[in-house]
């Protein structure tokens, strides 16, 4: 369903220890806004609800709720550097601004 990067993975579990948050799962919530973008959130939760789906990921416990689920196909969760920040990001081919990484050598290929 989804994938969590070593480094994403390595942040998360860094995030649980230095938030007291040891034995809680990471909450990934999706929602489709209207131009057809996907906006997330994610914390560490201690509720579980009807309909939450659990997966583990690289060691991280992940919970989506159930209208999450579809929109999560195919995700990744990744940690990176931006503009000299490191941030995480969503690879979800499901967002309507996703663009392959493949994308780029299809178009020289083309050419």
């Known amino acids: 369903m989804i994938e969590i990067s070593k480094p994403a993975a390595q ?6 220890e230095e938030s007291g948050a040891v034995g809680l799962p990471l909450r990934i919530a999706i929602k489709r806004q209207p131009d057809g973008a996907l906006y997330y959130q994610m ?18 416990q992940v919970v989506l709720d ?7 196909q195919g995700m990744m969760l990744d940690f990176v550097e931006i503009e000299g920040r490191m941030e995480f990001i969503f690879v979800n081919p499901n967002d309507s601004r996703y663009e392959s ?3 780029p050598i299809a178009s020289a290929a083309r050419k």
């Open 101 to 103: 990484p493949l994308a």
């Open 43 to 60: 914390g560490f939760d201690k509720q579980s609800h009807e309909g939450d789906q659990q997966l583990q990921a690289q060691g991280v």
């Open 11 to 16: 942040q998360v579990m860094r995030s649980i």
């Open 66 to 72: 159930s209208n999450s689920v579809p929109l999560a």
